[in-house]
């Protein structure tokens, strides 16, 4: 008695399994079109089938030469290989053929030309599916910012955002809009993601996403900008490892009162707008030398300096190596990367502008000495006179 009601529950779930396949293929309008076409097609192929083979006694005329036919009438484009008797009969079948495949075509061809240009509105309004390597999440100016970023590192392509607001002008990448839950995620193509940058307002917000997106894909990893740092503890005991504060802004501000130079060489180098970047190069074998990786990108790439500042093997950072230190399969490198520049560099036209302004403030200051001496001289000959 078990067996048969293990069975039976098998049998109604396959039963609601193909009820469910045929109720979504029925809500779709291209299966009744394809159901059009193929019984326009079978009853063209059968007519001509009964007024050629059986009618007319042809035996040229099989079942899949009428069918080559009605295909080839129904495209109205008509070789004449095969064709059919002139009586009215035969005259009636072709007629109607060439009249149910021209309703036929341009049915399919309206269907699809509507399903491309529907497909196509729901990319430009947010509602369609993307299927990217890297996903930004939010819609506040630092997701923008990393957008621009990464477009302007030449991934475009691969970059897919999720925002909650329709953007007001078309962004640089594709996009999904609505609210930050499973459904939405799932449009986004979580699944599929290798990186994601998590940039909202609410730390609550970005606990749930997290949640979410590591029950969707356990291998996508993450990079999260929070407030509170109680949240970035929260994070980390959860896996997520690349964690950025907003504490972390206010010290890097506090720095820039003591070292603007610094801050701006960190601006720089974290932006493709710069002179220079950094990035992270992963050693493939043992044995080289942080002297042998320079020399190979500078040599594989002319006109650039590089230079290895730190190393990062596991958990631990070694920064400044030297050019001796051995390096391991696995170790990732943190590279600066600058252009080369004729030494001594040109002076920027900015500070050549300020010596052409020290200059002149300089004749100008000169000329007025000059002149208030020979002043001191005339009054001392008029003196010596009188």
């Known amino acids: 008695m078990a067996v048969v009601f293990v069975r039976g529950r098998r049998r109604k779930r396959r039963a609601s399994r193909i009820r469910l396949l045929v109720r979504r293929l029925t809500r779709r309008r291209g299966f009744y079109v394809i159901t059009i076409f193929l019984a326009m097609f079978l009853a063209s192929s059968f007519m001509f089938y009964y007024s050629e083979h059986i009618v007319h006694h042809r035996q040229d005329i099989d079942l899949p030469t009428a069918m080559y036919w009605a295909l080839i009438t129904m495209a109205t484009v008509g070789y004449g290989d095969v064709v059919v008797t002139h009586d009215a009969l035969g005259y009636a079948v ?35 599916k993307l299927r990217k390597k890297i996903l930004v999440i939010g819609a506040t100016p630092s997701c923008r910012e990393a957008i621009e970023e990464l477009v302007m590192s030449g991934l475009g392509d691969v970059v897919g955002w999720v925002t909650s607001k329709e953007p007001k002008a078309p962004p640089p990448v594709d996009f999904v809009v609505g609210p930050y839950n499973e459904e939405t995620l799932r449009r986004a193509g979580v699944m599929y993601a290798e990186k994601a940058i998590l940039c909202l307002k609410d730390d609550s917000t970005t606990l749930h996403l997290v949640l979410l997106m590591r029950k969707m894909n356990k291998k996508i990893k993450m990079l999260v900008l929070v407030s509170d740092p109680s949240t970035a503890e929260l994070l980390k005991e959860l896996g997520v490892g690349d964690i950025l504060t907003h504490s972390l802004l206010g010290r890097i501000a506090a720095s820039a009162v003591f070292e603007p130079t610094v801050i701006r060489f960190v601006s720089d180098v974290v932006t493709a707008k710069g002179e220079a970047e950094l990035s992270e190069v992963i050693v493939t074998e043992d044995g080289l030398t942080v002297d042998d990786v320079e020399k190979t990108l500078i040599r594989t790439h002319p006109g650039f300096r590089f230079e290895v500042i730190a190393v990062r093997r596991g958990e631990f950072m070694i920064y400044a190596p030297r050019h001796d230190m051995k390096l391991a399969a696995g170790d990732r490198l943190v590279i600066l990367k600058a252009r080369s520049v004729p030494w001594p560099p040109p002076i920027p036209p900015e500070y050549m502008a300020e010596e052409e302004r020290a200059e002149e403030v300089g004749t100008e200051e000169a000329t007025e000495v000059t002149e208030v001496s020979e002043g001191k001289e005339e009054v001392s000959e008029e003196v010596s006179t009188k």
Do not use: E, H, Q
């Open 94 to 128: 072709a007629g109607a053929t060439a009249i149910m495949g021209i309703a036929t075509y341009t049915l399919v061809i309206s269907t699809l030309a509507d399903a491309f240009f529907y497909a196509t509105l729901k990319k430009a309004l947010g509602r369609g």
